[in-house]
């Protein structure tokens, strides 16, 4: 079969888009729809549909640093709805982007149960290019177009059925735009549009630009659907200009990193060629939050789980959180009564390792104490096989301390999950020295069942994610001695599109975590390293943050929103004052890329250690683990955005400062 086959039988014209794995709109399938036009002419109908597992799904990303290359899309979707054979969009699977346009231009559409649509062009910092903004609102409606191209949120059949987008669901698609009466429908570019109120569009703006958090392309989107008031052969023109000039913004090339990126970390060298072990049965030690979320997100992806616990009364506490998130998911539509069901009857917790002695995979989840975590996998070598793969989900701790003497270290691995584990996508697998080939691939494809993002990382204090938050938090307290404020440069960082700045993080984490990685580290600290010991006297004043109801913050009862504390305000000038320190102003931009630098260098010396492969492997763990703006592309893509000459400059101010507390990687030097 062609790229774009065309077959006409019995005055019908079935037009076949065979372009693996989604069917994007590559230049030569724009070629072949174009020519499949003039094919079907003649023809009652014709009817478009796609092999393989979805109908047309986006464009071809790879495509979008070059020139556009005829014919163009937009030639394309107005040849189809002008056709004089019309067409009938018969769709399974997901109907996205250049698909979705293509969709609108058809006569008819029919869908498979199941479809979804959408316009996530967003996601990439874009806008449709081909009519999606200016036909969306005339066939879908103001408020299902907003979602879909400001928010990149999917439409479900059922719903674009009821909107009257779509003509019919049918699970013989085929047969339904087969049989449909042709009614010879107006074309949706000459449909009109509701009018708009202008407080609503405010209203819609303003919601917009929160959620935005300083990205550009949501409000884009906005902009163009709007419009959609005016004639389309004068929206459209403007629609595809901004298309075109976004595809060279920055925010575009980073969110486009971003998607490439999560493909390349899935598949790291050091897994090529091995095999999975089949994985069916997981015990987790430890039933806390941690422990509990990762039991949940376990039996969401299909596994049997078992949480052993150290009596009765923790194994009854574990179970009943793992049966809220599971409830919870019921709650919100996440899994239909029958998943809940079979999700709760593949768990079970208890006393006891016996019953990890048919499990595949052990994961630990206990304290974070070395002792503890040894006992936990010497009584699990104990009972279960010795192929059976043993994790530790250790933040910090060094592995080969924590699986001393156990046999078989090929099988030996760290699977470091984010809390809530259940929620966040971010996995890091750590790599010992004697870790197989075929370990990290079962972990690998582990983390691809659970839908995470799995990113290979080697040993270090804090391996990838925390090693660069030390960092970035040891620069953020710098910058409180030398004269900044904990909310100057939280709403700083908010403002660069983080999700918090690092003071209201380490409030809700609480200050003590952190404290006692440092206590860790203070033997092997270096001598010339400066130490800023604020954040100390917190802790010791018993302000660790928000379930203290107080740390770099202040919390009323019961509130979440961190007030700013007039004592911690006194504490940071009484510490600048007692060091002999002259407090200077910092600007917004100097918060932002000194911060920026402080991260970007110790992602690049990470590389620069063989910590892990490449830059794309930090940006992944920052984006998926501790908020940094997916737009931004990453901290190493945004810092080779900003160029290395203004890293070296920012690295210079930090050093300047705080003498010897830096070690500069290699590309910065």
Not at 151 to 168: C, F, M, Q, R, V
Not at 346 to 371: C, H, M, P, Q, R
Not at 425 to 447: G, H, I, M
């Amino acid at each position: 079969m062609s790229i774009v086959d065309v077959r006409i039988e019995n005055g019908l014209a079935w037009v076949t888009v065979n372009n693996p794995p989604v069917n994007a709109t590559s230049t030569a399938v724009r070629q072949g729809l174009l020519d499949a036009v003039t094919k079907v002419q003649g023809a009652e109908r014709a009817i478009l549909q796609c092999a393989g597992r979805t109908f047309i799904a986006g464009g071809d990303m790879s495509e979008f640093d070059a020139p556009p290359q005829e014919p163009h899309l937009p030639d394309v979707v107005n040849a189809i709805e002008a056709s004089e054979t019309p067409f009938i969009a018969a769709m399974h699977g997901n109907v996205l982007g250049g698909g979705l346009e293509i969709a609108m231009a058809c006569a008819h559409r029919v869908a498979a149960p199941g479809t979804k649509f959408g316009l996530p062009e967003v996601n990439v910092g874009l806008i449709p290019g081909a009519g999606g903004s200016q036909r969306a609102p005339r066939l879908f409606g103001w408020d299902a177009a907003i979602d879909m191209a400001c928010s990149g949120k999917l439409l479900a059949a059922e719903t674009a059925l009821k909107l009257g987008a779509i003509d019919a669901i049918d699970h013989d698609i085929a047969a339904a735009a087969q049989n449909i009466t042709l009614t010879s429908p107006t074309r949706v570019s000459d449909r009109p549009v509701a009018t708009l109120d202008s407080e609503w569009i405010a209203e819609k703006r303003i919601t917009l630009r929160h959620r935005a958090r300083g990205q550009a392309a949501p409000l884009h989107n906005l902009d163009a659907l709007f419009w959609a008031c005016e004639p389309y052969a004068k929206g459209q023109p403007k629609e595809r200009a901004l298309h075109l000039s976004l595809r060279a913004s920055d925010e575009s090339r980073a969110l486009r990193h971003a998607f490439f990126a999560e493909r390349a970390v899935s598949q790291p060298a050091e897994i090529a060629g091995a095999a999975p072990q089949d994985i069916s049965r997981i015990a987790v030690v430890g039933g806390g939050l941690m422990g509990a979320g990762i039991a949940a997100a376990c039996l969401r992806a299909g596994y049997h789980v078992t949480i052993i616990e150290r009596d009765e009364d923790a194994a009854t506490a574990a179970q009943s959180r793992v049966h809220g998130i599971v409830a919870g998911a019921l709650k919100r539509g996440k899994v239909d009564q029958a998943k809940h069901d079979a999700q709760l009857a593949a768990f079970t917790a208890g006393v006891g390792y016996d019953s990890a002695k048919d499990a595949d995979l052990a994961i630990e989840a206990v304290f974070e104490d070395v002792n503890v975590k040894k006992e936990a996998f010497q009584n699990l070598a104990g009972v279960m096989r010795k192929d059976a793969i043993l994790a530790t989900n250790t933040s910090y701790l060094d592995p080969r301390d924590i699986f001393e003497g156990i046999g078989n270290p090929a099988r030996l691995v760290g699977l470091h999950f984010f809390s809530p584990a259940h929620m966040m996508k971010l996995l890091e697998v750590v790599k010992l020295p004697d870790t197989s080939k075929e370990t990290l691939a079962t972990a690998f494809a582990l983390a691809k069942r659970l839908r995470k993002v799995a990113v290979l990382s080697g040993i270090c204090d804090g391996f990838i994610g925390n090693r660069m938050l030390a960092a970035y938090r040891r620069a953020a307290e710098y910058m409180l001695a030398d004269g900044a404020l904990p909310k100057q440069i939280d709403d700083a960082m908010r403002a660069y599109g983080m999700a918090m700045g690092p003071f209201e993080a380490q409030d809700m984490g609480g200050l003590q975590i952190a404290q006692a990685n440092r206590r860790r580290q203070d033997a092997t600290r270096a001598k010339a390293e400066r130490y800023v010991t604020i954040s100390d006297q917190l802790c010791d004043m018993g302000r660790t943050g928000q379930r203290a109801g107080k740390g770099w913050y202040v919390y009323a009862d019961g509130d979440r929103k961190p007030q700013v504390d007039p004592v911690v305000t006194d504490l940071i000038t009484a510490y600048s004052r007692d060091n002999e320190i002259t407090r200077t102003e910092f600007t917004t931009d100097q918060i932002q890329t000194q911060l920026l630098a402080a991260l970007a260098n110790e992602g690049a010396r990470i590389v620069d250690e063989g910590i892990t492969e490449n830059d794309a492997a930090v940006d992944m763990v920052k984006l998926h683990g501790y908020g940094f703006p997916r737009w931004r592309g990453g901290p190493m893509f945004a810092a080779k955005t900003a160029g290395d000459d203004r890293v070296r400059a920012a690295l210079d101010a930090l050093n300047a400062k705080s003498p010897g507390s830096w070690i500069r990687a290699t590309r910065y030097e």
